[in-house]
């Protein structure tokens, strides 16, 4: 078949996680109740940061906009899949699949970043506790988000002009729920090995970059940590950091065994369930790791309430 390039009209298949009529039901349950609360759980989150004055302060603005870019990167692929499961269609427009590709990436790259300016809040917190207010400034915060999503724009408009590059034969079905990027370039008919490349590359920067940044950070605070005399201080000094060491951890060990198997097996059907970690489980989750650790936020919570 000769390769053609998709057009406006043109459609995708979305095989999603199961084609067992009996199982999309509990599927479309399943995935609506996860989405709901992952909806609910940010809005909550956002909202208790607006609206406690105790909670205007840069770790929190840097959360709320971090349960802001999860809503955003759930709403990204949760919904369409929701719409299939539901009317039993299994299909995307070439418009709306490059669309999705491109906003999950841009929201999946704004997480990262975000995670690694809160890495870099933590370590002016406790390396530099007496000039935190000073160095962590609402200029410097603001500029830091704006940055970060300046970043992930320029991310998500790389993925964009690498994926429109691709022509696709006719019937495209795609073994997944929604359209991902790298799943995009294996079943292109055109010649993909400078784009796998690029796509490597660009993942490498703007994942490798903010993670190593993270690791470097958590170095620095470890060994302000230790040099504390006290274990009471060191015990206090740590949990300030705890909740967002778990959310780094969820968050990249999530995508990192998804990017792993995904290079070693040729196996698309275990990707797409495993991309459910870090898709729909892990934004999730990050409200409620914040709010059962942290009595800051279950304080403007009850006041709210």
């Given at each position: 078949i000769e390769p053609q390039n998709r057009t406006a009209d043109s459609e995708f298949l979305l095989l999603g996680l199961s084609g067992d009529p009996e199982v999309q039901p509990l599927l479309f349950g399943l995935?609506?109740?996860?989405?709901?609360?992952?909806?609910?759980?940010?809005?909550?989150?956002?909202?208790?940061?607006?609206?406690?004055?105790?909670?205007?302060?840069?770790?929190?603005?840097?959360?709320?906009?971090?349960?802001?870019a999860?809503?955003?990167?759930?709403?990204?692929?949760?919904?369409?899949?929701?719409?299939?499961?539901?009317?039993?269609?299994?299909?995307?427009?070439?418009?709306?699949?490059?669309?999705?590709?491109?906003?999950?990436?841009?929201?999946?790259?704004?997480?990262?970043?975000?995670?690694?300016v809160m890495a870099y809040d933590r370590l002016v917190a406790i390396c530099q506790p007496l000039h935190y207010l000073v160095i962590m400034s609402p200029r410097l915060c603001a500029l830091l988000v704006l940055l970060s999503f300046s970043i992930s724009l320029l991310d998500s408009q790389l993925h964009y002009f690498l994926v429109s590059q691709l022509s696709f034969c006719a019937d495209v079905e795609i073994p997944h729920f929604f359209c991902e990027p790298s799943q995009l370039f294996k079943l292109a008919c055109s010649d993909t090995f400078t784009n796998?490349?690029?796509?490597?590359?660009?993942?490498?920067?703007?994942?490798?970059?903010?993670?190593?940044?993270?690791?470097?950070?958590?170095?620095?605070i470890v060994s302000s940590i230790l040099r504390v005399p006290s274990a009471g201080g060191k015990y206090k000094a740590f949990s300030t950091c705890g909740?967002?060491?778990?959310?780094?951890?969820?968050?990249?060990?999530?995508?990192?065994?998804?990017?792993?198997?995904?290079?070693?097996?040729?196996?698309?059907?275990?990707?797409?369930?495993?991309?459910?970690?870090?898709?729909?489980?892990?934004?999730?989750?990050?409200?409620?790791?914040?709010?059962?650790?942290?009595?800051?936020?279950?304080?403007?919570?009850?006041r709210m309430i």
């Open positions: 995935f609506l109740s996860m989405y709901l609360v992952t909806m609910l759980g940010n809005l909550l989150m956002i909202l208790a940061v607006v609206s406690d004055s105790h909670l205007h302060t840069p770790m929190y603005f840097f959360l709320s906009n971090l349960s802001l999860d809503i955003s990167f759930s709403t990204t692929t949760v919904p369409k899949m929701l719409l299939n499961l539901q009317t039993h269609s299994k299909s995307i427009t070439y418009a709306g699949c490059l669309t999705q590709a491109t906003c999950y990436s841009l929201f999946g790259c704004l997480d990262s970043l975000l995670l690694a796998d490349i690029l796509i490597y590359f660009i993942g490498a920067i703007f994942g490798g970059v903010p993670l190593s940044w993270i690791l470097f950070s958590y170095y620095r909740s967002h060491l778990s959310v780094v951890c969820l968050f990249y060990g999530t995508g990192l065994g998804v990017y792993l198997s995904s290079a070693v097996s040729s196996s698309l059907k275990k990707d797409a369930v495993a991309s459910v970690m870090y898709t729909v489980v892990t934004p999730m989750l990050n409200p409620f790791i914040y709010s059962l650790r942290n009595r800051d936020i279950k304080s403007a919570l009850w």
